[in-house]
């Protein structure tokens, strides 16, 4: 299983959970995903917060290479969904946050120290370990 926050047309963000992602890919491409709030079948991945495994129990089964398989999973969907920002993640975190620019989904860099200060902040963010992308 995989759980997906998800965001309808109304910007109301919902968790859900699929099978795997392509039956995430087939039942909201059938519109049989409504979001709870206002019932609206217009749904995306939101990506601000990824969560990939609920915490405590369910997980018992989770092996790393499971594990290792979801987070590039993971990563390849930040991929697809996020403006890349580098090391100009927090202040542009920062900026999404107080509304001085147009909200998107973003990825990037922090440090220890910076998202310490974003989680101050209360800016809402996800991190997620990076797994290395292969080369080949
Ligand atoms: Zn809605």
Redesign the pocket.
């Known amino acids: 299983m995989i759980s997906y926050n998800l965001r ?3 910007d ?1 963000v919902f968790e859900a959970w699929f099978q795997n992602s392509a039956a995430y890919e087939e039942q909201v491409g059938k519109k049989t995903v409504a ?1 709870p ?4 079948k217009k749904v995306e991945k939101s990506i601000m917060a990824p969560s990939v495994a609920r915490s405590g129990g369910r997980s018992d089964d989770l092996t790393p290479e499971k594990m290792a398989g979801m987070l590039v999973k993971l990563r390849e969907t930040v991929e697809e969904n996020c403006d890349y920002v580098g090391g100009e993640f927090p202040e542009e975190a920062r900026k999404i946050h107080y509304g001085e620019t147009e909200h998107r989904d973003i990825y990037g860099e922090a440090s220890e120290q910076e998202a310490e200060e974003l989680a101050e902040e209360g800016i809402e963010f996800g991190r997620i370990p990076w797994v290395p992308r292969t080369n080949s």
């Open positions: 309808c047309a109304k109301h979001c709030t206002c019932g609206s």
